[in-house]
């Protein structure tokens, strides 16, 4: 599951056995840009990483491209509750946060599109599961189980990837409707791929591999991920990546701090 530990028992990360395909994730082929135009350098890795102020405690987090929303979730006795925060600015400090609206106790890892209309989860027995509204500020409703074996949601404006037996996959999204999923073969080791974040323009992807923090990039969405190499996070604890910034200039992981999950931003110079 991404981010700090949760208590709930019988959560498995199921899946399907890993397979030989691999996924064009966006529809049409769109080229890397100037990796030294631009806010900041492309080229160069993720470091430094800093807290991000008021998100002290976001277990599973996912943040938005513009870096305003986080959902998350909170843990409190035997209850597991979904909330989301929201900023001002993208220096500002996050609020405590509220419960989302219409999702129901224990479940995980959520991710929220763009529009806050739809909302992937995970079950605690590793399937993944969907929720609707007609708008930003309706309740959550319409929970469905979407019958893919899973878990790690995250949701990009392309496709909806995932991790599943110790691989990470993608569904692509046509029209708002989820394709078959099939595992990113370039990304495949012997050891576990998890927690898959993607960039906007899905050229780049942050996940876990098994204990590492490992960010993989390509040169269009027809092209292959390159295998990926290892971010230096410094004395991080249990680091799992929860967003890329629109611009790709930031990295916002979560870590396990006792018994908190606060969230910390790397930065490209």
């Known amino acids: 599951m991404r981010g700090a530990k949760l208590l709930l028992v019988g959560l498995a990360a199921c899946g399907s056995v890993k397979g030989t395909q691999t996924i064009d994730a966006a529809p049409a082929d769109?080229?890397?840009?100037?990796?030294?135009?631009?806010?900041?350098?492309?080229?160069?890795?993720?470091?430094?990483?800093?807290p991000v102020p008021g998100a002290a405690n976001v277990s599973g987090a996912t943040v938005s491209y513009d870096e305003l929303v986080i959902y998350f979730s909170l843990s409190q006795?035997?209850?597991i509750t979904t909330s989301?925060?929201?900023?001002?600015?993208?220096?500002g400090a996050f609020p405590v946060g509220e419960p989302a609206p219409g999702v129901p106790d224990l479940v995980l890892a959520p991710s929220a599109n763009e529009a806050e209309t739809v909302l992937y989860l995970q079950s605690g027995q590793g399937e993944l599961l969907r929720m609707t509204?007609?708008?930003?500020?309706?309740?959550?409703?319409n929970f469905?189980?979407?019958?893919i074996a899973g878990v790690d949601p995250f949701i990009s404006r392309t496709a909806l990837y995932f991790s599943?037996?110790?691989?990470?996959?993608a569904a692509p999204l046509q029209s708002g409707t989820l394709g078959s999923p099939v595992r990113i073969d370039s990304l495949a080791t012997?050891?576990?791929?998890?927690?898959?974040?993607a960039s906007a323009d899905d050229l780049e992807i942050a996940f876990n591999r098994d204990t590492s923090l490992v960010v993989a990039s390509r040169t269009s969405t027809t092209a292959d991920f390159n295998l990926g190499a290892t971010v230096d996070v410094g004395t991080l604890a249990s680091v799992h990546p929860a967003g890329i910034s629109e611009d790709r200039c930031r990295l916002y992981v979560t870590a396990q701090v006792g018994n908190s999950a606060p969230l910390y931003m790397l930065s490209r110079p």
């Not at 012997?190 to 974040?197: G, H, Q, T």
């Open 133 to 141: 509204r007609a708008n930003p500020t309706a309740d959550w409703a």
């Open 190 to 197: 012997a050891m576990s791929e998890r927690n898959p974040v």
């Open 84 to 91: 989301r925060a929201a900023r001002k600015t993208k220096s």
């Open 164 to 169: 599943a037996g110790g691989d990470i996959k």
């Open 77 to 79: 006795g035997q209850s």
């Open 144 to 147: 469905t189980d979407i019958s």
């Open 30 to 50: 769109t080229a890397v840009p100037d990796t030294t135009a631009g806010p900041c350098n492309l080229a160069a890795g993720f470091a430094n990483p800093a």
